[in-house]
């Protein structure tokens, strides 16, 4: 139920292995000198906007019917009081999401939100190749996605050698990733998107960038962004791989 | 729609008085009750709550009073779960109270409102937005009705 590129809210999921198989998958493509981009995503509208039909769906799945009424009521009849300074209180009826205080809130938006990226992976298939890994045990894993809650940090193999094909694969995947998740009231960040560039050659990520700038697009191409709280660069990777 | 009160209790008893008593229901009451006291005295005890409950910790003073380990046995007083005749009785009483209320829960498949109350509070983000852009909106649930989700 629970894909191996989710790394919270679960026993044994936590940030540090989100970071961890991004280096490592980084070091792998490195060695396999395989261009990449990698995008770090967020989301504006998350928690407290999931659609409802959404959580009902998920509530269903996780929880066992006799229990599912509890969970439908905390939809619908959920209040929040709100006492601003200087004013009188109020009470707010949330239309859609979770309590973000509330315990299953978490678990039921992750399942809704996995069920979204699922939908844009498949969407997007065809775009880049995948870059999976072979486990010892031989089960294959997606190694190009890390999801921590609402973050995620996707690693595309590129294939395109022409600055200009590789952008217009971007722009679909994007506008892809914007469809996918639209469904379940979700919307992207786009002040907080970061693209970092990895390409092999001499200016091949300067060049993206200058080309991406006089198309017009407001993406942030740099050369390290902070992904969980720490830094991604690919010098960094270099050196921890060396 | 207007809503007489009298009919809808009515209603509510007619529908589910009928169950009777379950001991599949006084069964699950018990379980949920000493696994959400288990789980609260293991956690952390807040000191901010809502009005409308009391904080974790007089909470579980006066439902679970043994929750705080003590190297004696009290026989008296405050914490005293186990002395017939004296305060003991009074905390096994809201105990009972309480399965009740959880065994009617089970029963009628329907919580009180104020497990779905949350206070909530607004703190600055940090991101030098304007309004709700730049807030962030934390809420505040009952400790009890929250565990009692957690564990269902």
């Known amino acids: 139920m629970w894909p191996c590129w989710f790394h919270a809210y679960l026993p044994g999921r936590r940030r540090e292995a989100a970071m961890l198989v991004q280096r490592v998958v980084q070091w792998f493509s490195d060695r396999a000198e395989l261009d990449t981009v990698n995008w770090l995503r967020h989301m504006k509208k998350a928690f407290a906007s999931t659609l409802r039909p959404l959580t009902e769906e998920t509530s269903d799945l996780l929880v066992e019917a006799s229990h599912a009424a509890f969970f439908e009521q905390r939809a619908v009849n959920a209040v929040v009081r709100l006492e601003p300074h200087g004013a009188d209180r109020f009470d707010v009826l949330p239309q859609s999401g979770n309590l973000i205080g509330a315990a299953e809130g978490q678990v039921f938006f992750s399942r809704s939100y996995l069920a979204g990226l699922e939908k844009w992976l498949v969407s997007s298939g065809c775009l880049f190749p995948p870059l999976e890994l072979l486990h010892p045990g031989g089960q294959r894993c997606l190694g190009d996605l890390v999801c921590f809650a609402d973050d995620t940090f996707m690693k595309r193999v590129v294939c395109a050698r022409a600055p200009g094909d590789l952008l217009l694969q971007m722009y679909e995947d994007d506008k892809l990733f914007e469809e996918a998740l639209a469904d379940g009231g979700w919307l992207q960040n786009r002040d907080k998107l970061d693209v970092v560039p990895c390409l092999k050659g001499s200016m091949r990520n300067k060049v993206l960038d200058a080309v991406a700038k006089e198309d017009g697009c407001k993406w942030k191409f740099v050369p390290h962004a902070r992904h969980l709280g720490g830094l991604f660069f690919l010098e960094l990777v270099q050196s921890q791989g060396a | ?152």
């Open chain 2, 1 to 152: 729609m207007e809503i007489v009160f009298e009919e809808e209790c009515a209603r509510m008893i007619a529908e589910h008085m009928p169950l009777g008593d379950d001991l599949n229901f006084s069964r699950l009451a018990k379980r949920d009750l000493r696994d959400t006291l288990y789980r609260m005295a293991a956690g952390a005890k807040r000191q901010a709550s809502p009005e409308w409950r009391c904080p974790s910790a007089v909470f579980l003073f006066s439902v679970y009073p043994s929750f705080c380990s003590i190297g004696y046995k009290v026989k008296s007083g405050l914490g005293a779960d186990s002395f017939v005749g004296g305060e003991g009785d009074r905390f096994l009483s809201c105990q009972n109270e309480l399965q009740l209320v959880l065994e009617h829960v089970h029963k009628a498949g329907l919580v009180p409102l104020v497990a779905n109350l949350s206070l909530g509070f607004l703190i600055d983000k940090g991101n030098g937005g304007n309004g709700l852009t730049g807030q962030r909106l934390l809420h505040l649930t009952c400790a009890f009705w929250r565990i009692f989700s957690v564990l269902l």
